[in-house]
């Protein structure tokens, strides 16, 4: 049987790539309300090597994970940096 994920489980995860550079700590995620689809997951505190990639930033400095980059969660969040141009 698989282990399941509550979404408190992933308030304040630390996200990092599968390189293991860190990206920042997960404040919320946003999701499709008619599916329950999930959309991405809201990062505060972004690191300086977020700087770097192409994504979305929020007016109040938060980066926007799309769901397609997330490899895996558990002690972190783990991304794929590859997918981000792909969102």
Partial sequence: ????????????????????????V????????????LIQLVVKDPTPYTKNLNLEITKDKEVLIPHNSIIAFGDFVVVSEEDFAAA
Avoid at 3 to 22: A, M
Avoid at 26 to 37: H, R
């Fill in 26 to 37: 997960v404040k919320d995620l946003t999701f499709e309300s008619k599916s329950g689809e």
């Fill in 1 to 24: 049987m698989s282990e399941k994920n509550t979404l408190k489980d992933l308030y304040g995860k630390l996200v990092v790539t599968k390189e293991g550079k860190r990206i920042g």
